[in-house]
């Protein structure tokens, strides 16, 4: 670590700083590095900007978060007070912004993308969150 600051020029954060170390690693030794490198490991739950650091095998896990903040939103929402052009700009402005980040970064799941497509298609139509109405084509 003293190499890198006096190369780069940089200082490192003791702080701030986490390292994440292998699971094959011993623990004691994983303790060991840590303390030498005088930094804390890394949660296996961290987020940055709402996206794991760590990515699961699962992403629907990975991805929950995103799904229940976004679905809280639109049932915090008055549908009843808004006309149907106000809920298509809520849609359209705020419902389509909180994915479009991790959008970037994983091809989200189909289920994933019904079940959101459904929530927003209900609002938009006026029916509340609890009940459950499909349009059949």
């Known amino acids: ?20 170390l292998s699971r094959n690693l011993d623990s004691q030794e994983a303790l060991a590095i840590s303390d030498l490198l ?3 490991r890394l949660p296996d739950k961290a987020k940055h900007l709402r996206l794991p650091l760590l990515i699961p ?7 929950e978060g ?7 939103k639109i049932s915090g929402w008055k549908m009843k007070l808004l006309s149907q052009a106000s809920r298509t700009t809520m849609i359209r402005s705020i419902a389509s912004a ?3 980040y991790p959008l970037n970064f994983f091809l989200m799941p189909q289920s994933w993308c019904a079940e959101i497509d459904i ?10 969150m609890e009940k459950k109405r499909f349009l059949m084509l």
């Open 1 to 20: 670590m003293k190499k890198y600051m006096s190369w780069s020029g940089q200082k490192v954060s003791t702080e701030k700083s986490t390292i994440h």
């Open 38 to 40: 005088q930094l804390q």
């Open 57 to 63: 095998r699962s992403k629907s896990v990975a991805i």
């Open 66 to 72: 995103i799904k229940e903040k976004l679905l809280s």
């Open 98 to 100: 909180i994915p479009a």
């Open 119 to 128: 929530a927003l298609r209900n609002f938009w139509r006026g029916h509340a």
